[in-house]
C-alpha cells in the first residue's frame, strides 16, 4: 500500500518555465491537498479539493493552477515558474467523513523539492 | 475553523515527560483538535486527537481542558528522536481546509 505518492521528488526550473506535480493516492480519498513549505515555516494551502472534479483556492492560490480528473490523482501546475515559487510542496489526502467521527486524519506524500533560478 | 496558538519553542529533557500547550480560544463545539508532527523534511505525521475527553494512544496523550479553550500533547518520555515541530489544528468534520500554523519547535536535550 503505497498510500500518497508525489512526482518528481526534485526539480530544478529556470524563471519562466512550466512544469507539473503529480500526486497520486491508492486509498480512495475524497479530499485532495497542495501546501508549500518554505524554510522555516509552516504549511501553507495552495490549493483542494474535495471530489473528483472539483478544486478550490487555498491560501496562497496564485501562479499556481491545479486538476482532479481522476480520483486518485490531483496535478499541480505552475505556468511560469518564479524564484519565489522555490519551495517543498507537499500533497495530502483524507477521506471524507461522518460528522461525529472526528477521524479527519490527513495522509501526507514525502514532498517535492522545488528550485526555480 | 478555530485559530489555535502555540509558543514557538520549547525544551525538554530526555526521559522527563514534555508538555506542549496550544491555545483555541475561539473553538466552537464540533471542532476537533488535531496534532500533528513533521520529522526532518518529510510530510506532517498525525499523533492524536480529540473533541473534549482526554485521549491516550501508543504515541501520546492529549488533554483539552473543560471550557475546551486550550489543550496539551504529552508524550511521556521524551527521547532525542522526538525533537521536531509539532503543529495544532481545530476543526470540525465540515471543514475542507487543515491550515497548519507554524507550530512548536521541541527541543529534547541529552
Known amino acids: 500500500n503505497a498510500g500518497v505518492t508525489q512526482t518528481p521528488k526534485f526539480r530544478v526550473l529556470k524563471t519562466g518555465q512550466s512544469m507539473t506535480l503529480l500526486c497520486a493516492q491508492d486509498m480512495n480519498h475524497e479530499y485532495m491537498y497542495w501546501y508549500r513549505q518554505d524554510p522555516g515555516m509552516g504549511l501553507r494551502l495552495i490549493h483542494y479539493s474535495v471530489g473528483e472534479g472539483t478544486t478550490a483556492k487555498g491560501e496562497v492560490p496564485d501562479g499556481y493552477n491545479v486538476s482532479r480528473l481522476k480520483k486518485q490523482n490531483f496535478l499541480l501546475g505552475l505556468e511560469s515558474a518564479a524564484p519565489s515559487q522555490t519551495s517543498v510542496y507537499f500533497c495530502?489526502?483524507?477521506?471524507?467523513?461522518?460528522?461525529?467521527?472526528?477521524?479527519?486524519?490527513?495522509?501526507f506524500g514525502a514532498g517535492s523539492r522545488l528550485t526555480v533560478l | 475553523d478555530a485559530k489555535t496558538t502555540q509558543p514557538p519553542s520549547m525544551d525538554c529533557a530526555e526521559g522527563r515527560a514534555a508538555n506542549l500547550p496550544c491555545n483555541h480560544s475561539?473553538?466552537?463545539?464540533?471542532?476537533?483538535v488535531y496534532w500533528y508532527r513533521q520529522i526532518h523534511s518529510q510530510g506532517p505525521q498525525y499523533i492524536i486527537h480529540?473533541?473534549?475527553n482526554n485521549e491516550t494512544n501508543e504515541m501520546a496523550s492529549l488533554i483539552i481542558t473543560e471550557d475546551r479553550k486550550s489543550s496539551t500533547l504529552i508524550l511521556p518520555h521524551a527521547t532525542l528522536r522526538d525533537t521536531t515541530v509539532y503543529y495544532c489544528?481545530?476543526?470540525?468534520?465540515?471543514?475542507?481546509?487543515?491550515?497548519f500554523g507554524p507550530g512548536t519547535r521541541l527541543s529534547v536535550l541529552p
Open positions: 495530502a489526502s483524507r477521506p471524507r467523513t461522518g460528522v461525529f467521527t472526528g477521524a479527519n486524519v490527513l495522509t
Open positions: 480529540g473533541l473534549k
Open positions: 489544528i481545530a476543526m470540525d468534520n465540515y471543514g475542507q481546509n487543515f491550515v
Open positions: 475561539t473553538i466552537s463545539g464540533n471542532e476537533y
